[in-house]
Each structure stands twice: as structure tokens, then as C-alpha cells.
């Protein structure tokens, strides 16, 4: 059964080299209330996504910063428990897991200089298309001129 995660990146994806892929692992944390304990609480998520393309690689470095929404979905979930600062900790980790969504928040660049839009300019008459009953080109802005002269 495959599980899908949206969240807020509370720190940047850490990287690492896993073969000839780049992997990135990142961790979500999704908010809910809990009515027993009648307090906000959290479901930590981790997973670590993989590329062997260097522009993926780039896009992953540039957008799985801190603060970014991202959704990840993953074939299953696997339960992890490590000891914090605080005791005890489990997470849920999605295995197989891959990137749905990722925003930045960050305006993305060009990587090139803007050009000036070229200027539009009229095509010459007989490139139009546009002949009057003797076979002579004219533009459509003529039309007014050729009707007040009775052509």
C-alpha cells in the first residue's frame, strides 16, 4: 500500500554519494491533533530520494532546501526508533520513496541574460495576401482607404 507525505522541510536534505546515484534524505514532520492527549502532536517522516542525473541532482540540490513543501510517496512505511536528546523518537520511514511536488519558495533565476522581445512589424502588402479587384496588394488597414474611393 503505497503512502503519501506533504510537508514543510524544518532543515535543508542532507546529501550523500550512494554509488553512482547522489541520494538526498529528508525528514517531514505532519502536525495533527490528538484528542486523547488534547494537544497538538507529531508523525515524523523520513526517506531518501535518488538520482543519477545530473540536472535532477542539481534541481534536488537547489529546491530540497529549508522551508520547502515537498510530497513523497512511498510503496511502504517502515517503523525506525533512534534515542534523541529527549529519549526515545520514532519515525516512519517511506521506503522506495519518490518526489510528487516541490516548492521552493524560491524564484528560480534565469540562466540568461532577458532579451528585448523583437519588435513587431507589419508584413509588406503583397505579403499578406490581400489584392484588391484589379489584382493590386494592399493591407488591411487600406481597406478604409479603398472603400472612401469607390474601389
Not at 517522516?45 to 529549508?66: I, T
Request: neutral net charge.
Amino acid at each position: 500500500m503505497t503512502t503519501t507525505v506533504t510537508g514543510k522541510l524544518n532543515q535543508a536534505a542532507s546529501e550523500f554519494q550512494a554509488g553512482e546515484s547522489t541520494g538526498f534524505g529528508i525528514r517531514l514532520g505532519v502536525q495533527y491533533y490528538d484528542r486523547e492527549a488534547k494537544s497538538k502532536q507529531w508523525t515524523n517522516y523520513e526517506c531518501a530520494l535518488f538520482s543519477k542525473n545530473s540536472n535532477q541532482v542539481d534541481f534536488l540540490r537547489g529546491n530540497l532546501v529549508e522551508g520547502a513543501i515537498v510530497e513523497v510517496t512511498g510503496q511502504q512505511l517502515k517503523i525506525k526508533q533512534f534515542d534523541g536528546q529527549n529519549g526515545l523518537k520514532l519515525s516512519l520511514e517511506l521506503i522506495d520513496a519518490k518526489l510528487g511536488y516541490v516548492h521552493s519558495g524560491q524564484a528560480q533565476a534565469p540562466q540568461q541574460p532577458a532579451q528585448q522581445a523583437p519588435q513587431y512589424q507589419q508584413p509588406a502588402p503583397h505579403a499578406m495576401g490581400y489584392q484588391d479587384v484589379n489584382g493590386n496588394p494592399y493591407a488591411p488597414q487600406d481597406v478604409q482607404r479603398y472603400q472612401k474611393a469607390g474601389v
